[in-house]
C-alpha cells in the first residue's frame, strides 16, 4: 500500500502531465500564444498584431504594439521579451522549430 505522501505525489503528477497537454492543446499555434500573451500584458491589446514569417524550420513572428507598451513586453534587461520567447520556443522545440520573435517599431 501507498504512503499518503506517496499518493499526494502522484496525484501532483497526473496533474502536471494534465495541465501540460491543455497547454499544448490550446496553444499549439506559436503565433495564437505570443498573441494571446502580448494582448494581456499591454495597456493597448487592440493594437497588438502578430505576423508570422515560415521559413523551412525557422519561424519568425514579427510583434507589432503600441509604442507605451513596448517597454511592458521588453521589461527590464530584456527579461520580460526573454520570458515570452522561451514560452513560445516550448512549442517550437516540440514541433523541430527553430522560433524568433521580432518587436517591431
Not at 23 to 38: C, G, V
Not at 74 to 85: F, P, Q
Request: charged share 35%; net charge positive; hydrophobic share 40%.
Amino acid at each position: 500500500s501507498k504512503s499518503r505522501k506517496e499518493e499526494e505525489r502522484e496525484k501532483e503528477s497526473i496533474i502536471h502531465r494534465n495541465l501540460t497537454d491543455i497547454f499544448y492543446i490550446i496553444f499549439s499555434n506559436m503565433k495564437a500564444l505570443l498573441e494571446y500573451i502580448a494582448k494581456a500584458v499591454t495597456k493597448f491589446p487592440d493594437d497588438v498584431k502578430v505576423e508570422e514569417v515560415a521559413d523551412g524550420t525557422n519561424i519568425t513572428l514579427n510583434l507589432t504594439l503600441n509604442n507605451e507598451d513596448k517597454p511592458l513586453i521588453i521589461g527590464k534587461m530584456g527579461r520580460n521579451i526573454k520570458a515570452i520567447r522561451d514560452t513560445v520556443a516550448l512549442i517550437a522545440v516540440r514541433e523541430g522549430k527553430r522560433v524568433y520573435i521580432k518587436v517591431l517599431d
